[in-house]
């Protein structure tokens, strides 16, 4: 969705090998936004692939992850990159059920 924004990545985003899929700045604010985060989706690891949500706020020039909002695992990359690419779509209805464990109204 932006495609020219400087992102600050920790160390440790790096050193846990997670990777950028999406990133989703507020319309509203341009300050602050969504990391969307993929682990595991070369499954080089033992467990399932993982998406990551991170809110980010602008400091200064550039872009810093915040905080870690949710996290969802999935059975297959498939899946993984499915709902990824169905995240920036959602209602706030769905998003809220999906992260409270509940099934979304609109099926992934």
Known sequence: MNSQIQ???PEWFVQDELHIVETIISKASGT???VIAG????ASKQCNPIVRLYTIRLVEDQYELAKELESFQFK??????????KLPE???IDLIMLM??????LSM
């Not at 682990?39 to 070369?42: K, R, S, T, V």
């Open 90 to 92: 959602l209602n706030a």
């Open 39 to 42: 682990e595991n989706f070369d």
């Open 100 to 105: 409270n464990k509940e099934e979304p109204v």
């Open 32 to 34: 602050s936004g969504i």
């Open 7 to 9: 992102l600050m990545v």
């Open 76 to 85: 297959t990359v498939e899946e993984a990159e499915l709902f990824c690419s």
